[in-house]
Protein backbone atom coordinates (compact mmCIF):
# COMPACT_ATOMS: atom_id res chain seq x y z
CA UNK A 1 0.00 0.00 0.00
CA UNK A 2 1.43 3.26 -1.10
CA UNK A 3 0.75 6.38 1.30
CA UNK A 4 -0.15 9.53 -0.61
CA UNK A 5 -1.76 12.67 1.07
CA UNK A 6 -3.56 15.83 -0.70
CA UNK A 7 -2.08 19.33 0.28
CA UNK A 8 -4.88 20.35 2.11
CA UNK A 9 -4.09 17.17 4.32
CA UNK A 10 -0.82 17.75 4.03
CA UNK A 11 -0.86 21.30 5.62
CA UNK A 12 -3.82 19.84 8.45
CA UNK A 13 -1.00 16.99 9.43
CA UNK A 14 1.65 20.29 9.97
CA UNK A 15 -0.78 22.14 11.64
CA UNK A 16 -1.83 19.14 13.99
CA UNK A 17 1.96 18.02 14.45
CA UNK A 18 3.04 21.24 15.67
CA UNK A 19 0.31 22.12 18.25
CA UNK A 20 0.76 18.95 19.58
CA UNK A 21 4.82 20.43 20.30
CA UNK A 22 3.80 23.52 21.02
CA UNK A 23 1.35 22.57 23.69
CA UNK A 24 2.99 20.14 25.18
CA UNK A 25 1.13 17.65 24.72
CA UNK A 26 3.32 15.01 25.97
CA UNK A 27 3.45 15.61 29.69
CA UNK A 28 5.86 15.51 31.83
CA UNK A 29 6.22 16.06 35.98
CA UNK A 30 7.78 19.34 36.69
CA UNK A 31 10.19 17.95 38.69
CA UNK A 32 11.30 15.76 35.87
CA UNK A 33 11.35 19.27 33.78
CA UNK A 34 13.37 20.74 35.76
CA UNK A 35 15.98 18.40 36.29
CA UNK A 36 15.71 18.01 32.43
CA UNK A 37 16.69 21.32 31.58
CA UNK A 38 19.66 21.15 34.39
CA UNK A 39 20.75 17.95 32.84
CA UNK A 40 20.67 19.54 29.32
CA UNK A 41 22.35 22.76 30.42
CA UNK A 42 25.52 20.84 31.23
CA UNK A 43 25.44 18.88 27.78
CA UNK A 44 25.71 19.75 24.51
CA UNK A 45 23.40 21.54 22.83
CA UNK A 46 22.85 20.85 19.20
CA UNK A 47 19.59 21.41 16.56
CA UNK A 48 18.14 18.23 14.93
CA UNK A 49 16.31 18.88 11.62
CA UNK A 50 13.29 16.26 11.22
CA UNK A 51 11.47 15.07 8.33
CA UNK A 52 8.41 14.46 8.76
CA UNK A 53 5.64 11.61 7.25
CA UNK A 54 2.46 12.56 6.39
CA UNK A 55 -0.97 11.91 8.19
CA UNK A 56 -1.88 8.45 7.22
CA UNK A 57 1.65 7.14 8.38
CA UNK A 58 2.08 9.46 10.86
CA UNK A 59 -0.92 8.25 12.66
CA UNK A 60 0.20 4.53 12.34
CA UNK A 61 3.40 5.15 13.92
CA UNK A 62 2.27 6.93 16.71
CA UNK A 63 -0.23 4.73 17.64
CA UNK A 64 2.82 1.99 17.87
CA UNK A 65 5.31 4.61 19.82
CA UNK A 66 2.16 5.24 22.33
CA UNK A 67 1.40 1.65 22.96
CA UNK A 68 5.21 0.86 23.18
CA UNK A 69 5.66 3.84 25.76
CA UNK A 70 2.59 2.98 27.89
CA UNK A 71 3.81 -0.76 28.05
CA UNK A 72 6.82 0.22 28.96
CA UNK A 73 6.96 3.38 30.70
CA UNK A 74 9.05 5.20 28.10
CA UNK A 75 8.98 8.51 26.58
CA UNK A 76 6.95 10.00 24.19
CA UNK A 77 7.44 11.69 21.11
CA UNK A 78 6.71 12.18 17.63
CA UNK A 79 7.12 10.29 14.67
CA UNK A 80 10.16 11.75 13.09
CA UNK A 81 13.64 10.73 10.95
CA UNK A 82 16.83 12.86 11.44
CA UNK A 83 18.03 14.01 8.02
CA UNK A 84 21.21 16.12 9.92
CA UNK A 85 22.23 17.61 13.07
CA UNK A 86 23.62 21.27 13.58
CA UNK A 87 25.53 22.51 16.50
CA UNK A 88 23.82 25.04 18.69
CA UNK A 89 25.69 28.06 17.20
CA UNK A 90 24.73 27.39 13.74
CA UNK A 91 22.68 29.57 11.22
CA UNK A 92 19.23 30.20 12.23
CA UNK A 93 16.87 27.16 11.56
CA UNK A 94 14.20 29.39 9.93
CA UNK A 95 16.53 31.12 7.83
CA UNK A 96 18.14 27.66 6.71
CA UNK A 97 14.47 25.78 6.04
CA UNK A 98 13.66 29.46 4.02
CA UNK A 99 16.19 28.30 1.59
CA UNK A 100 14.96 24.54 1.06
CA UNK A 101 12.34 23.49 -1.96
CA UNK A 102 9.04 22.23 -1.17
CA UNK A 103 9.26 18.34 0.28
CA UNK A 104 8.13 15.34 -1.09
CA UNK A 105 10.19 12.49 -0.56
CA UNK A 106 8.93 8.84 -0.80
CA UNK A 107 11.42 5.86 0.89
CA UNK A 108 10.57 2.19 1.28
CA UNK A 109 11.11 0.36 4.81
CA UNK A 110 13.51 -1.84 4.48
CA UNK A 111 12.59 -4.10 8.08
CA UNK A 112 12.12 -3.44 11.51
CA UNK A 113 15.60 -3.63 13.83
CA UNK A 114 16.64 -2.64 17.29
CA UNK A 115 20.19 -1.86 18.27
CA UNK A 116 21.97 -1.25 21.91
CA UNK A 117 21.79 2.22 20.85
CA UNK A 118 19.52 3.88 23.05
CA UNK A 119 17.84 6.03 20.62
CA UNK A 120 17.83 3.25 18.38
CA UNK A 121 15.99 0.95 20.43
CA UNK A 122 13.67 -0.31 17.98
CA UNK A 123 13.21 1.04 14.62
CA UNK A 124 11.95 1.49 11.11
CA UNK A 125 14.61 1.29 8.47
CA UNK A 126 14.57 3.10 5.15
CA UNK A 127 16.47 2.06 2.50
CA UNK A 128 18.89 4.52 1.10
CA UNK A 129 17.97 7.06 -1.00
CA UNK A 130 20.12 9.94 -3.00
CA UNK A 131 17.22 12.29 -3.10
CA UNK A 132 17.38 11.89 0.99
CA UNK A 133 20.91 12.77 0.97
CA UNK A 134 20.70 15.51 -1.21
CA UNK A 135 18.30 16.88 0.95
CA UNK A 136 20.70 16.89 4.37
CA UNK A 137 23.46 18.42 2.17
CA UNK A 138 21.21 21.65 1.37
CA UNK A 139 20.40 21.89 5.18
CA UNK A 140 24.77 21.08 5.64
CA UNK A 141 25.44 23.87 3.42
CA UNK A 142 22.58 26.43 4.66
CA UNK A 143 23.53 25.49 8.08
CA UNK A 144 27.09 26.83 7.64
CA UNK A 145 27.94 23.91 9.93
CA UNK A 146 31.39 22.69 9.41
CA UNK A 147 31.09 18.87 9.41
CA UNK A 148 28.56 16.73 6.81
CA UNK A 149 26.20 14.33 8.42
CA UNK A 150 25.72 10.90 6.63
CA UNK A 151 21.88 9.76 6.87
CA UNK A 152 20.99 6.66 8.60
CA UNK A 153 17.27 6.59 7.03
CA UNK A 154 15.17 5.38 10.02
CA UNK A 155 12.26 6.09 12.01
CA UNK A 156 12.29 4.71 15.48
CA UNK A 157 9.40 3.68 17.97
CA UNK A 158 10.90 3.62 21.38
CA UNK A 159 13.53 4.70 23.56
CA UNK A 160 14.05 2.16 26.54
CA UNK A 161 16.47 -0.28 27.81
CA UNK A 162 15.45 -3.63 27.26
CA UNK A 163 17.13 -7.16 27.18
CA UNK A 164 18.14 -8.14 23.87
CA UNK A 165 15.65 -11.13 23.70
CA UNK A 166 12.50 -8.20 24.30
CA UNK A 167 13.47 -6.55 21.28
CA UNK A 168 13.50 -8.97 19.11
CA UNK A 169 9.99 -9.84 20.46
CA UNK A 170 9.01 -6.62 19.86
CA UNK A 171 10.70 -6.38 16.07
CA UNK A 172 9.25 -9.83 14.77
CA UNK A 173 5.36 -8.34 16.34
CA UNK A 174 5.61 -5.13 14.41
CA UNK A 175 3.47 -5.25 11.26
CA UNK A 176 3.34 -1.97 9.37
CA UNK A 177 -0.44 -1.61 6.74
CA UNK A 178 2.60 -0.32 4.29
CA UNK A 179 5.65 -0.37 2.27
CA UNK A 180 6.75 3.15 1.24
CA UNK A 181 6.30 6.01 3.23
CA UNK A 182 5.92 9.68 1.98
CA UNK A 183 7.53 12.63 4.15
CA UNK A 184 6.27 16.00 3.49
CA UNK A 185 7.91 18.46 6.02
CA UNK A 186 10.55 19.14 7.94
CA UNK A 187 11.00 20.97 11.33
CA UNK A 188 13.80 22.22 13.43
CA UNK A 189 14.23 20.92 16.92
CA UNK A 190 16.40 21.81 19.80
CA UNK A 191 18.12 19.03 21.45
CA UNK A 192 20.82 17.58 24.28
CA UNK A 193 23.61 15.19 22.81
CA UNK A 194 23.42 12.54 24.18
CA UNK A 195 19.98 12.57 25.26
CA UNK A 196 18.35 10.79 27.73
CA UNK A 197 14.67 9.58 28.58
CA UNK A 198 13.44 12.21 30.04
CA UNK A 199 15.14 14.74 27.73
CA UNK A 200 13.05 13.37 25.32
CA UNK A 201 10.39 15.34 26.62
CA UNK A 202 12.09 18.43 27.01
CA UNK A 203 12.61 18.55 23.02
CA UNK A 204 11.58 21.87 21.86
CA UNK A 205 10.37 23.22 18.47
CA UNK A 206 12.13 26.62 17.08
CA UNK A 207 11.51 26.03 13.06
CA UNK A 208 9.19 24.83 10.78
Known amino acids: MRLFVTPS ?17 LDIARDEGKLARDQMARKAQAIAYWLLPERAACEVFSREIRELARQFGAPLFEPHLTIFIAPENSRPPLEVLRELPPVNIELTIHNIRFSEQFTKTLFVQFETNST ?18 LIDPHLSFLYAKLPPQTKQRLADKIR ?31 AA
Open 132 to 149: LQRLGDAIWKASDARERY
Open 9 to 25: NVEGSRRSYFKRFATGS
Open 176 to 206: LPFREVCFTSICAVHCARPTTAIEVEQWKLI
